[in-house]
């Protein structure tokens, strides 16, 4: 559907006469923390190189998780016994970093690289760091299948790859 939508507004060629004025403005067309998000491929906030020195992945797989747009990676397992875990990146174009929900195991604040952030643990193996975006959107970093402690930290740590590639 956002294909569809762009296509949309970039393919169109009629021409309208006249002055446009600020009745005339759709909210599509204004620049928002919304907007800027929706240009964003949340397969570009992390990369492949990003995960070398915690194993090998499978991915990126593209998904819709929760209703954020979202890049999952896979640590592949060399025996069946081994812990691993899931990285995902998701982007919500239109939930603030403020409307984190809290899970019941808590939800702090903070900041990452400067950019507000709040920490979410979800589970006893799944925690969230979900970064601001602009006013009204945000992006999240979780990482599910380990316990909630080093979820947590490893959060934390690809949020801080992840930050520095989110428009400011």
Request: a neutral charge; proline letters at 5%; hydrophobic letters at 35%.
């Amino acid at each position: 559907m956002l294909a569809a939508a762009a296509a949309l507004l970039t393919g169109c060629t009629t021409t309208l006469s006249g002055s446009p004025s600020p009745g005339e403005v759709s909210p599509s067309t204004t620049t928002s923390s919304a907007g800027a998000s929706t240009a964003l491929d949340p397969c570009s906030l992390l990369l492949m190189s990003d995960l070398t020195s915690y194993g090998t992945f499978k991915g990126p797989a593209r998904d819709d998780i929760g209703g954020s747009r979202a890049c999952t990676f896979n640590q592949t397992k060399v025996h069946a016994s081994d812990p691993s875990f899931a990285v995902s990146v998701g982007i919500r174009d239109s939930q603030s970093v403020e409307s984190v929900n809290d899970k019941g195991r808590g939800k702090i604040s903070g900041n990452v690289n400067g950019r507000k952030a709040f920490k979410v643990p979800q589970s006893s193996q799944d925690c969230m760091f979900a970064l601001a975006l602009g006013h009204s959107a945000r992006v999240d970093v979780v990482i599910a299948g380990q316990e909630v402690e080093r979820s947590c930290g490893l959060a934390e740590k690809f949020a801080e790859v992840v930050e520095p590639r989110l428009p400011k």
